[in-house]
């Protein structure tokens, strides 16, 4: 196990900094980078890492020269995937509607951004060594067995769990809340599809402002018809959220071995209740979760924007629906199955009445 860094206090200057320029004053004031930094600037938020976030990792690779060589790759090429995709988040996500607004504020590829001093204090601190680290069974797909990585972490947030201030804590920090595992397939996954590094940032062209909506209703049937056809391979990806995001096509590329390598996420609430036999319905406390999906699991419920409800998360796979579920943020998984089942149903139907014809 790495020794644990320590990371500078988050001063005043990243939470509300001051520019000469009052448009640009505002606008950064009014970055959801400065938001994270609040939180990660509060000691009593993390007093076991100050000023930092990331995971825990516990590895379920066998042991071996070879294979430890091959875990340590993985888990470099994840942290520095991880890195690369905070410092892109000034081209993506909610910034990109400041740039929209105000073009000639947006920083450069080359330009210091305050996403660069969010990826500098990921660390993620990886355990090898746990009580039956052996006995992790992930050899039958669908039939995953990580509890002893799940035993461990619970007794780790036992060792580590953080006093409370009055009758709640400040925030919920996601260190504490979340641990991520890395198995044999999972590390394959890294291997075979994150390059050994990220490319280097490119600006992004910005294509024109969302359309605007007469009502919050006329926006929720758009943007679940347009979900509904994401949920189709063959339809095409229709959203206005944020109009056109126009990447170079490496950043393209490179997002989507962010979407496609993914290793398995565990939460501690879920996994406290699957180990006292409580009865929380048909999912387990661990999934697969990708890349792209990690940054927001992370912030957004330190920021409590998601709710602690892991079914409400958990996605089935389109293609191996009944053996493989993702984690994924925003809440949607509901709709998400929900749509799926239907859409199986409806198939199996008509493959039913063709037979019988």
Known sequence: MASIPTFSPIGHDLVYPRFDDPTKE?????????????????????????????????????????????????????????????????????????????????????????????????????????????????????????????????????AHERPKFGDRFIAPNSRYDFCLVIDETALRSLEGLLPAEPPALKALELGPKPPQFQSWEEECRYGRAAFEALLEPKMVDTSPQYGPMLLPSEQERAKSFCREAWVW?????????????????????????????????????????????????????????????????????TIANEIRRRHRAERAAEAAAAINA
């Not at 993985?74 to 996500?93: I, K, S």
């Not at 958990?314 to 629906?321: C, G, L, N, P, R």
Request: contains cysteine; hydrophobic residues 40%; proline residues 6%.
């Open 265 to 333: 996420i565990l939460d501690r609430d879920t996994m406290r209740r699957y180990r006292d036999g409580e009865d929380f319905g048909e999912f387990p406390p661990w999934a697969r979760i990708q890349l792209v999906h990690i940054y927001a699991v992370w912030f957004r419920r330190a920021n409590e924007c998601e709710t602690t409800s892991w079914e409400r998360h958990v996605e089935e796979d389109k293609w191996q629906w009944d053996k493989v579920r993702w984690w994924v943020s925003g809440m949607r998984a």
């Open 26 to 158: 505002r606008v950064e004031q009014g970055r959801v980078v400065r938001a994270n930094f609040r939180l990660l600037g509060d000691l009593k938020f993390g007093p076991y890492l100050p000023y930092s976030w990331g995971f825990t990792i516990y590895r379920a690779v066998p042991p071996g020269p070879e294979q430890d060589a091959r875990f340590a790759e993985g888990v470099r090429r994840l942290t520095e995937w991880m890195r690369w995709l905070a410092r892109n988040r000034r081209y993506t996500d909610e910034d990109v509607r400041m740039w929209q607004a105000h073009p000639d504020l947006m920083p450069q590829p080359a330009d210091h951004d305050a996403w660069d001093d969010v990826a500098d204090r990921l660390w993620n601190e990886v355990v090898e060594d746990y009580p039956n680290a052996d006995q992790v069974d992930t050899a039958e797909l669908g039939e995953e067995d990580l509890s002893p990585a799940g035993e461990a972490f619970l007794a780790w947030h036992a």
